[in-house]
């Protein structure tokens, strides 16, 4: 069984920063990608962020040049720094991350999400 946990939402005036994290555990050999996506109500679930084991990282044109992905390989985890936040940045967060896991298999592993809200 594999778990991810995100934490680190809240609620930001705009211009801010937060800085999401997320943790996977648990009986796995090794995670490939993780990444963050969100929703917004009314909307579809959209790509903000993804990162490789090697570090290669893709962002979504709105975000680019304001949030930063990384991740701690040691640790299972990855992070998001989300900067100059706007109002429309408001959504539910989802840490994604896809795990060789030692009973399923290769397979997407998704966290509960963590809501951000910026003011205006």
């Known amino acids: 069984q594999v778990q991810v946990v995100e934490s680190g939402g809240g609620l930001v005036q705009a211009g801010g920063s937060l800085r999401l994290s997320c943790k996977a555990s648990?009986?796995?050999?090794?995670?490939?990608?993780m990444g963050w996506y969100r929703q917004a109500p009314g909307k579809q679930r959209e790509l903000v962020a993804t990162?490789?084991?090697?570090?290669?990282?893709n962002y979504a044109a709105s975000v680019k040049g304001r949030f930063i992905i990384s991740r701690d390989n040691a640790k299972n985890t990855v992070y998001l720094q989300m900067n100059s936040l706007k109002p429309e940045d408001t959504a539910v967060y989802y840490c994604?991350?896809?795990?060789?896991?030692?009973?399923?298999?290769?397979?997407?592993?998704w966290g509960r999400g963590t809501q951000v809200t910026v003011s205006s």
């Open positions: 994604n991350a896809n795990v060789d896991a030692v009973v399923a298999g290769k397979k997407d592993y």
């Open positions: 648990g009986s796995m050999y090794s995670i490939n990608a």
């Open positions: 990162i490789t084991s090697g570090g290669s990282t």
